[in-house]
């Protein structure tokens, strides 16, 4: 769990011993030895929670000072979560801290479980309190369907369930996934997104499992599997839908087991992470045990998150604009500049096939071409730009990346370009072929998931 904890003590030692305890755990861990300079570190940001010492060495504080910094926090616009220490003898004074708005007490020498215990507590009381919306920051929208997501994350996060993320192209499932390893127990962890969908079957156990060295041709040293290299954290099983059936029940042996076996090992490994797995496959297909082991889906659906398609949830459309529109004028130095009445019109009522992904890339579009003094429809580059936004899709031209001004000029153009330009208008053009569909686009290709994301990346698509 990532957080933010300051101990304050006088006892160096005491102090040095909470930092080494609490900082793989929650991440930024900082001491302060003397009260007075309290004030200027919350100024420079306020921790989640503060360890207080009430018994400072005599003649350096009293009691009755550490109460009173506990006025002062409580004055703040954002408190920290207290956590007062006291001595065993202490307990009047430990009960007074609670009156003055400590939300916890320990007594000193602490137990370390039951310190780690008090303080995830804490943390969890303070996101409570703070609520859903806050929960998930990059995950931006405000409509009925987001609070309820939002929500819904926040709930499932903090509990050891696997949890299974359902939506179409670009909506935001892997954001999903993030918000629940931020928000979850495992958060000071590492969160490994592995696109399973891209996973040759050769390599599959070797990088799921990792292997030893002289286990076959490659092998030329030890390597840690996935599973074992999220230890501690959360493993992100994207595109779940696409594995082959071989690999499925590879997996599903590894999750009912709870462990690997390296390849070329002779004993199996114990695994420690929690499963957040996504795709975009419709769920009836899902539920073909033909095309997903019922077994396998069993063990990963615990929980199943639905993302809703941004058609379903337009509200969120003009915030989204908002966002992305600042966010690429910034980046390319352009105006800021408003969305025409008729061009929100027409975005608003467009089916957005590509969800998120694709109005943020018709935003990086508009940011990039737009020459008015106020974004226009076409700027955005949306099939047929804006005359046919009723959802006949079929019907309409496909979706053009930004800065692509035509994919149907790739063969015409290809004598006079260089390959790195002919590489741009062949991705550009399968990507529109399928919508902006990452997965059908990268198989057309014949690259994995990641190398066309790394393509895109490269070319600024
Ligand atoms: N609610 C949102 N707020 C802000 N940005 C979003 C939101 N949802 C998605 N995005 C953005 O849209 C893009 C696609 O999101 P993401 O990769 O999470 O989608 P996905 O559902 O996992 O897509 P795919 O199925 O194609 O892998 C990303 O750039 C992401 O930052």
Redesign the pocket.
Known sequence: MSAYVLILDDDADVATAAQLLLRRRYGKVATLSDPAGLPALLAQGVPDVLLLDLNFTPGFIDGAEGLALLDLLRAQAQPPAVIAMTAYADVPLAVEALKRGAGDFITKPWDNARLVAAIDQALARRAALRGPAAAAP????ESAA?RELKALIAGVAPTEANVMVL?E???????VARAIHALSRRAAGTLLAVDMGALPESTFESELFGHRKGSFTDAKADRAGRFQAARGGSLFL?EIGNMPLVAQAKLLTALERREVTPIGADKPEAIDVRIIS?T?LEETRLFDPAVFRPDLLFRLNTIVIR?PPLRERREDIPL?LS?YLTHYALQYERPARNVSPAAMDGLLRYEWPGN??AL?HACERAVILGQGADYALSDFGLPGSGAAVDGDEAAAPAWTPPGIASPARTAAAAGDMTLDALEREAIASVLSQFNGN?SHAAKTLGISRAALYRKLGKHGI
């Open positions: 990059d995950l931006m929208g987001m939506g192209n670009g909506v935001g499932k892997e954001l994207d996504a975009n993302v989204l966002h998120v992904r943020r990452i």
